[in-house]
């Protein structure tokens, strides 16, 4: 069992100053797991995904991919934002294999990957359309695209669908629990949608109000797809909710 | 759709022509009715003439036109490429690597508001007045516009595109190139189309002081030997190359920013 943890995280602890804004966080994650990380609005989510992706120093504590403390130099960490981040001066095709050129994949091996994420998304007849030309769904599959292109060893997703209304998010995030289960890539979920973690993870992270504390980790083993009407679905979205209620 | 487009381009092209049809009348009229004296203002026809003459013709003041349009070009193209590739490099280094904004800014922003103009003494003093003195001068007046363009442009990089890029593990190096200098390319080229509009015209203030050739030479020289006609040529001819090389910019930019355009 213990041979399959990809991502070990140790006490992991931040503080700006004298702000506590995480303490103490350790878990870990099985390779190919989907896991979503909910807490209160304003609990240090955002902070605690800038540490796993290494943009930020942690104060404390440290992070493991594979047993090696995670860099992205060394390790292929994906990232989507929560704002817009296509680069519009390239292509659908440019956006997609950015990390693969970033990372000096050669052309031939960064071409033939481009063409396959282009397919799996059905996005072959954008190939050469920059992201302007494109809707905002379309434009963030891309984006979901260029995340899952270089079968990161971690994907980081930082309430990717907050800005969406609900028809393109259900949307949106059958594409990424397909594209998951097509890549096998180890996903940290993160989002203040109770609902759309209970959908989507096998194992949700409920944090506290900051600072920041593991509250639960709480396997779900319901089968994908999903039924947001099913009465375990209702029963575990209740109980989740229950345990991040701070009002 | 397509022939729309077209004749709504032809309406404007014809728009831009009764324009000029009538701006060439009203000169026409001025100078033929006497309201102005032809010792003063040349009429047309007489500019036309002295066009047509001058294109062989080195006298008065001892060029031809072509010679006088290539002497300028050739020192306004040297003084502003070198404005653009240098000034383009320092500020998009400045605005990209704080310890070279702390280094060089400082002395930057006592340059600045010293006009190209008010080079041209010194230059005078240090460079005589060949070719070397009025590309100096040109440089320093293109060279300004081009640094505080790519400096803001690369200082406006989206954090997320620079944070996407950090993820992949890229450098700093790398993310420059990647990310900083696609996302100045529209501030750098207003920068440039202003660099040049600058150069050109401090190339006929520079050339009015200190020359033996060029456009602006030329009708320093037109006042001396009081031909007014070649004074208004030299202008149009100034005119003219000026409004031509801004429109060649313009096709540069829209080439390289193509994405921009198609929306």
């Given at each position: 069992?213990?041979?399959?943890?990809?991502?070990?995280v140790?006490?992991?602890?931040?503080?700006?100053?004298?702000?506590?804004?995480?303490?103490?966080?350790s878990?870990?994650?099985?390779?190919?797991?989907?896991?979503?990380?909910?807490?209160?609005?304003?609990?240090?989510?955002?902070?605690?995904l800038?540490?796993?992706?290494?943009?930020?120093?942690?104060?404390?504590?440290?992070?493991?991919?594979?047993?090696?403390?995670?860099?992205?130099?060394?390790?292929?960490i994906?990232?989507?934002?929560?704002?817009?981040?296509?680069?519009?001066?390239?292509?659908?095709?440019?956006?997609?294999?950015?990390?693969?050129?970033?990372?000096?994949w050669?052309?031939?091996?960064?071409?033939?990957?481009?063409?396959e994420?282009?397919?799996?998304?059905?996005?072959?007849?954008?190939?050469?359309?920059?992201p302007g030309?494109?809707?905002?769904?379309?434009?963030?599959r891309m984006?979901?695209?260029?995340?899952?292109?270089?079968?990161?060893?971690?994907?980081l997703?930082?309430?990717?669908?907050?800005?969406?209304?609900?028809?393109?998010?259900?949307?949106?995030?059958?594409e990424?629990?397909?594209?998951?289960k097509?890549?096998?890539t180890?996903?940290?979920?993160?989002t203040h949608?109770?609902?759309?973690?209970?959908?989507?993870?096998?194992?949700?992270?409920?944090?506290?109000?900051?600072?920041?504390?593991?509250?639960e980790?709480l396997s779900?083993?319901?089968?994908?797809p999903?039924?947001?009407?099913?009465?375990?679905f209702?029963?575990?979205?209740?109980?989740?909710t229950?345990?991040?209620?701070?009002? | 759709?397509?022939?729309?487009?077209?004749?709504?381009?032809?309406?404007?092209?014809?728009?831009?022509?009764?324009?000029?049809?009538?701006?060439?009348?009203?000169?026409?009229?001025?100078?033929?009715?006497g309201l102005?004296?032809?010792r003063?203002?040349?009429?047309?026809?007489?500019v036309?003439?002295?066009?047509?003459?001058?294109l062989?013709?080195?006298?008065?003041?001892?060029?031809?036109?072509?010679?006088?349009?290539?002497s300028?070009?050739?020192?306004?193209?040297?003084?502003?490429?070198?404005?653009?590739?240098?000034?383009?490099?320092?500020?998009?280094?400045?605005?990209?690597?704080?310890?070279?904004?702390?280094?060089?800014k400082p002395?930057?922003?006592?340059?600045?508001?010293?006009?190209p103009?008010?080079?041209?003494?010194?230059?005078?003093?240090?460079?005589?007045?060949?070719?070397?003195?009025?590309?100096?001068?040109?440089?320093?007046?293109?060279?300004?516009?081009?640094?505080?363009?790519?400096?803001?442009?690369?200082?406006?990089?989206?954090?997320?595109?620079i944070?996407?890029?950090?993820?992949?593990?890229?450098?700093?190096?790398?993310?420059?190139?990647?990310?900083?200098?696609p996302?100045?390319v529209?501030?750098?080229?207003?920068?440039?189309?202003?660099?040049?509009?600058?150069?050109?015209?401090t190339?006929?203030?520079a050339?009015?002081?200190?020359?033996?050739?060029?456009?602006?030479?030329?009708?320093?020289?037109?006042?001396?030997?009081?031909?007014?006609?070649?004074?208004?040529?030299g202008?149009?001819?100034?005119?003219?190359?000026?409004?031509?090389?801004?429109?060649?910019?313009?096709?540069?930019?829209?080439?390289?920013?193509?994405?921009?355009?198609k929306r």
């Amino acid at each position: 069992m213990s041979e399959s943890v990809k991502i070990h995280v140790e006490n992991l602890t931040k503080k700006y100053g004298d702000l506590l804004v995480l303490d103490d966080i350790s878990f870990r994650i099985q390779k190919g797991e989907f896991v979503c990380v909910v807490g209160p609005t304003g609990c240090g989510k955002t902070t605690f995904l800038n540490l796993l992706s290494c943009l930020i120093e942690p104060t404390h504590g440290r992070i493991l991919i594979d047993g090696i403390p995670a860099d992205p130099k060394k390790h292929d960490i994906a990232f989507v934002f929560q704002e817009p981040s296509s680069f519009p001066w390239l292509t659908v095709k440019g956006n997609i294999g950015f990390g693969m050129r970033m990372k000096g994949w050669p052309r031939e091996k960064r071409e033939k990957r481009e063409n396959e994420i282009l397919k799996l998304m059905g996005l072959e007849k954008f190939a050469e359309s920059y992201p302007g030309q494109l809707s905002v769904s379309t434009e963030q599959r891309m984006v979901i695209g260029r995340a899952f292109a270089m079968h990161p060893d971690l994907l980081l997703m930082d309430e990717p669908y907050g800005q969406m209304d609900v028809k393109m998010r259900f949307y949106l995030e059958d594409e990424v629990i397909r594209l998951w289960k097509e890549t096998g890539t180890t996903v940290i979920f993160i989002t203040h949608n109770i609902e759309e973690a209970i959908y989507l993870a096998q194992k949700v992270l409920i944090l506290t109000n900051k600072p920041a504390k593991i509250k639960e980790q709480l396997s779900i083993d319901l089968p994908h797809p999903r039924n947001v009407s099913d009465a375990e679905f209702i029963r575990m979205r209740k109980y989740v909710t229950e345990q991040i209620k701070w009002w | 759709m397509k022939k729309e487009k077209f004749l709504h381009r032809r309406r404007f092209l014809l728009a831009s022509l009764l324009t000029v049809i009538l701006f060439i009348a009203v000169w026409a009229f001025v100078v033929e009715t006497g309201l102005v004296s032809t010792r003063y203002l040349p009429a047309p026809a007489q500019v036309l003439k002295t066009f047509v003459q001058k294109l062989s013709d080195p006298k008065p003041e001892g060029s031809t036109l072509g010679a006088n349009i290539l002497s300028s070009l050739k020192v306004a193209s040297v003084g502003f490429l070198l404005a653009a590739v240098l000034g383009i490099s320092l500020g998009l280094f400045m605005g990209w690597y704080p310890p070279v904004e702390k280094f060089v800014k400082p002395v930057f922003e006592i340059i600045r508001p010293i006009p190209p103009v008010a080079w041209i003494p010194i230059t005078i003093m240090l460079f005589g007045i060949g070719f070397k003195a009025k590309v100096f001068i040109i440089f320093f007046g293109g060279f300004i516009p081009c640094v505080i363009n790519a400096y803001t442009g690369i200082q406006l990089t989206s954090r997320t595109l620079i944070q996407v890029a950090r993820t992949y593990g890229a450098g700093s190096w790398k993310i420059f190139w990647a990310v900083g200098v696609p996302s100045s390319v529209q501030m750098i080229f207003a920068g440039v189309r202003i660099a040049l509009g600058v150069s050109w015209t401090t190339l006929v203030a520079a050339e009015m002081l200190a020359a033996d050739s060029g456009l602006g030479y030329m009708i320093l020289m037109g006042r001396q030997f009081a031909r007014p006609d070649i004074i208004v040529l030299g202008m149009l001819i100034i005119g003219g190359i000026g409004a031509l090389l801004s429109v060649v910019l313009m096709r540069i930019e829209q080439r390289m920013e193509h994405w921009r355009m198609k929306r």
